[in-house]
């Protein structure tokens, strides 16, 4: 049997390396499917979407990628317009998700939500985004992305600039960059540095250095993952004006990079990369935001069927 069938995805901690490459073969092969092998792979299946945060790109993405392999999608993207606004509560919520579809896919403000569907729900739950702690499948997407843009992902020089406290896609891709042999830069102000908590299983893995200075590594990077500074996540707006604009990658910055370093954000973007960049070689980012559904297609092919893809 498929060890995906079934299979929750709470977060990219429960992936070997070996899973992961398995995700991107799976990818791959999806990837190279005509339109109507594809619309066979989840024929009838049903996807199910929870979103108590607003989405653009995760949720879409899986309703197309759903489409793509031959399922349909429901659910509630706005949650002021479902029974929770009569007091209904996530579990039971969440049952009745389960109920309507195959699969369901869940974004939530509080860290441990999706670990607490996938306890109440009869079918798998995939974790969309869960408070600051985890949106693991934007982290299989990224490594997808640096593995297709830059051949390999073993070896490379990687810098991560802007929220890293606040982030949830920093902690994923960091946790699943811990399955390579990468060098790690984190960039950050003082007041945005990864939380020491939840680096603790992190740093026994991979070797990264912070600074506030992009500088200080901008010429040796292999790859930029940009992020935005996470407003909705200060307790204190003063606390946010004070870091807001921190960096902001220009063509002067690109200029000063290799030639074959690519430049990329989980989206959406504020104000961290100029529009002018979007036209360079060097942005990726709406590239990564594609393999987003891809990605997605193949890991609901594979939780959906037994046999796999
Ligand atoms: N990258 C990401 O999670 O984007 P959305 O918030 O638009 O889903």
């Known amino acids: 049997m498929n060890e995906f069938y079934n299979k929750d995805i709470i977060s990219i901690k429960d992936f070997s390396k070996d899973q992961l490459e398995k995700i991107f073969t799976s990818t791959d092969k999806v990837m190279k499917l005509n339109p109507s092998e594809r619309r066979e792979i989840c024929k009838g299946k049903i996807l199910g979407y929870l979103f108590y945060e607003p989405s653009t790109r995760t949720r879409l993405s ?32 969440v049952r009745m998700m389960s109920i309507y579809s195959d699969v369901l896919i869940l974004r939530h403000p509080l860290d441990g939500s999706s670990r607490f569907a996938s306890e109440v729900s009869e079918k798998p739950v ?5 408070g600051t702690e985890e949106h693991p499948s934007q982290a299989i997407q990224d490594l997808f ?57 992190i740093k026994k893995k991979l070797d990264f250095t912070e600074t ?5 590594c901008l010429d040796d990077l292999d790859v930029l993952y940009v992020t935005r500074i996470q407003k909705e996540r200060f307790p204190d707006e003063e606390e946010y004006l004070k870091v807001k604009g921190s960096y902001v990658v220009g063509l002067d910055m690109i200029k ?4 074959d370093s ?39 092919g594979m939780i959906l069927n037994e046999n796999g893809l």
């Open 62 to 93: 899986f309703d197309s990628a759903m489409a793509s392999i031959g399922g349909t999608s429901l659910g509630i993207s706005d949650i002021s317009s479902s029974s929770t606004q009569k007091g209904e509560s996530l579990s039971d919520t």
């Open 212 to 216: 506030p200075d992009i500088e200080d």
């Open 145 to 201: 992305t640096i593995k297709k843009e830059k051949k390999r992902i073993d070896g490379l020089k990687i810098g991560i600039v802007g929220d890293l406290k606040y982030g949830r896609t920093v902690y994923s891709l960091l946790s699943g960059l811990g399955n390579f042999d990468v060098d790690v830069n984190l960039i950050s102000p003082e007041s945005l540095r990864i939380r020491s908590d939840s680096t603790y299983e």
């Open 126 to 130: 995939i974790n969309a985004g869960s």
């Open 262 to 300: 690519i430049i990329l954000h989980p989206l959406p973007r504020i104000d961290e990369i100029s529009s002018d960049v979007d036209k360079t070689k060097n942005a990726r980012y709406f590239e990564q935001a594609e393999y987003g559904k891809h990605v997605r297609a193949a890991l609901l």
């Open 256 to 259: 000063r990079m290799k030639e």
